[in-house]
T-cell receptor, first 111, second 114 residues
């Protein structure tokens, strides 16, 4: 059974700091990995999608990497801003047509 | 191009009642997936519909059922509500039922069971 773990559960940083969020999964047989952002009480916004054949994806200040063999992904946020405060979720796509999510990392960026 | 929409936004029910949640998929998408997100947890997969047929189901009891209509909108029905059914219910749409497709999520329906 695929399990996804995100570390840390919560993170508080000052504005401008570069930071890394971690995601690990137990079964390397995935089709893709997605990073999402969720604001309190809201739906999910897709940030980056990495196909299993890819190593990384970049969008603006965000960079996500994927090491399928070791079951790890990282989300790097450069020059963090207070508007980046949210919960970040990673999810892997499995062969049973579903996404398996971690519990998320709650990020607070302090002005 | 319209995004994924869900209704209602919030809902309060009592234990034992039945509820129907609705989802309109993004324009051009023919696949809808439903997820349950309890407070402080990641979303959990309930089921997926592709071209009006169920196309995968998670570990949820039969009292959770769904439909997809010819216009690819979808409903999630939950019978005999329990307190633990209180959660944010999210639907997501994608095109083609392919595993490599990005799923686009709606804003969710917050269900409270008293």
């Amino acid at each position: 059974k695929q399990e996804v773990t995100q570390i840390p559960a919560a993170l508080s940083v000052p504005e401008g700091e570069n930071l890394v969020l971690n995601c690990s999964f137990t079964d390397s047989a995935i089709y893709n990995l997605q990073w999402f952002r969720q604001d309190p009480g809201k739906g999910l916004t897709s940030l980056l999608l990495i196909q299993s054949s890819q190593r990384e994806q970049t969008s603006g200040r965000l960079n996500a990497s994927l090491d399928k063999s070791s079951g790890r992904s990282t989300l790097y946020i450069a020059a963090s801003q207070p508007g980046d405060s949210a919960t970040y979720l990673c999810a892997v796509s499995t062969g049973s047509e579903k996404l398996v999510f971690g519990k998320g990392t709650k990020l607070t960026v302090n002005p | 191009e319209t995004g994924v929409t869900q209704s209602p936004t919030h809902l309060i029910k009592t234990r034992g009642q039945q509820v129907t949640l609705r989802c309109s998929s993004q324009s051009g998408h023919n696949t809808v997936s439903w997820y349950q997100q309890a407070l402080g947890q990641g979303p959990q997969f309930i089921f997926q519909y592709y071209r009006e047929e169920e196309n995968g189901r998670g570990n949820f009891p039969p009292r959770f059922s769904g439909l997809q209509f010819p216009n690819y909108s979808s409903e999630l029905n939950v019978n005999a509500l329990e307190l633990d059914d209180s959660a944010l219910y999210l639907c997501a749409s994608s095109f083609g039922g392919y595993l490599t497709d990005t799923q686009y999520f709606g804003p969710g329906t917050r269900l409270t069971v008293l």
